[in-house]
């Protein structure tokens, strides 16, 4: 009697024993598939421009990661460098990610003395048709989300996925920010530390900007051969861009019309483009996912890279389950 018990509790020691080892070798074959998954970071600093012509001239772009295309679009008075590494390496690990100046800005060349957000939205749907994209996603932040906005409005056919980042709709509906903080923003100084300066004040909540300044200088994608901004150049374009975005109102009721599968992305603290403007756009465009970081400011992407990155691959994986291109 005793030696059958002695026998069973071996069993189940045993047992236990080889349950534990096996979720263990599953739990290190997770981690392991998880680690091959990662984009490395620091292979951001080693990717070479490239050049894709569109009418009239060219647009640099940089292109890295595999899956699904996921086009990014900057914003005001920005170029490549404006987006965080970390975040840009999160998209990476699900998707083929293509960055790119727009017009006049680093690398990319269109001769034009003014543009509105028509012209750069028909400069990324060029782009998307000479590197033969598929419906890609398309992902906008602050001006670069007004022209991500025109270009839905427009290529409808040439767009799987549609995502904004503290942005605002066009016409008499947006909601401006404070006048001091607009008239700033529409004289950005043009040199480069001066810049850095006024977006540390501007793009983030006063109690993180100490950190932010540092996410700032170290965090940025600055591959080893781009080209900066000509803020000079650029400023006034760009501000006679804003300032037509501000009166068109067909864009903005043409939104209404939307059939894609659209998210929103907001932070609650942003000064520049104020958060009414995001529940704006999610009340207009049928349908729209809106989704808000508590405290995030204008520049959020720096605050919370992998946060905002995985939500945008959840999204895509969720509207989009099949899509491997």
Same mark, same amino acid.
């Given at each position: 009697?005793?030696? &059958?018990? +002695? ?24 981690? *392991? ?21 569109? =009418? ?9 990661? =595999? ?6 679009? &900057? ?19 699900? #998707? ?16 034009? $003395?003014? +543009? $509105?957000?028509? $012209?750069?939205?028909?400069? @990324? ?6 590197? #033969? ?47 001091? @903080? ?25 109690? *993180?900007?100490? =950190? ?9 994608? *600055?591959?080893? #051969? ?11 374009? *760009? ?19 939307? #059939? ?7 932070? @609650? ?32 992407? +720096? ?7 995985? &939500? ?14």
């Amino acid at each position: 009697m005793q030696n &059958t018990q +002695y026998i069973n509790k071996m069993r189940t020691q045993l047992f236990h024993y080889l349950t534990l080892f096996l979720i263990l070798l599953l739990s290190g074959c997770a981690t *392991q598939s998880q680690l091959n998954n990662r984009y490395p970071v620091e292979n951001l600093k080693n990717i070479n421009p490239q050049y894709a012509s569109v =009418q009239q001239g060219h647009l640099e772009y940089y292109r890295f990661g =595999q899956g699904s295309p996921i086009v990014l679009i &900057t914003g005001y008075v920005t170029d490549i460098s404006s987006w965080d590494k970390r975040f840009l390496a999160t998209l990476a690990e699900e #998707h083929q990610v293509i960055v790119f100046n727009n017009r006049n800005v680093g690398g990319s060349s269109i001769p034009s $003395d003014h +543009y $509105d957000s028509k $012209d750069l939205a028909t400069d @990324t749907y060029q782009l998307i048709q000479e590197l #033969h994209l598929k419906k890609p996603a398309v992902l906008g932040i602050s001006m670069g989300g007004m022209i991500a906005q025109h270009y839905a409005v427009l290529y409808p056919h040439a767009l799987g996925s549609l995502i904004l980042i503290n942005t605002a709709i066009a016409g008499k509906q947006s909601v401006h920010p404070t006048a001091a @903080t607009e008239k700033t923003l529409m004289n950005m100084p043009t040199n480069k530390l001066a810049r850095y300066a006024v977006a540390l004040k501007l793009f983030f909540p006063e109690n *993180q900007r100490s =950190q932010m300044g540092l996410a700032l200088a170290l965090d940025r994608f *600055q591959p080893n #051969h781009y080209t900066e901004i000509d803020a000079s150049v650029v400023m006034p374009q *760009q501000k006679f861009l804003i300032q037509q975005w501000t009166h068109d109102n067909d864009t903005a009721k043409k939104l209404t019309h939307l #059939h894609l599968p659209v998210l929103i992305l907001n932070g @609650t603290a942003d000064a520049v483009l104020p958060p009414e403007n995001s529940l704006i756009l999610a009340n207009t465009i049928p349908n729209a996912t809106l989704m808000r970081w508590q405290n995030g400011g204008h520049a959020m992407i +720096y605050q919370y890279p992998e946060s905002l990155a995985m &939500t945008i691959n959840r999204f895509l994986a969720q509207v989009n389950p099949t899509r491997n291109d």
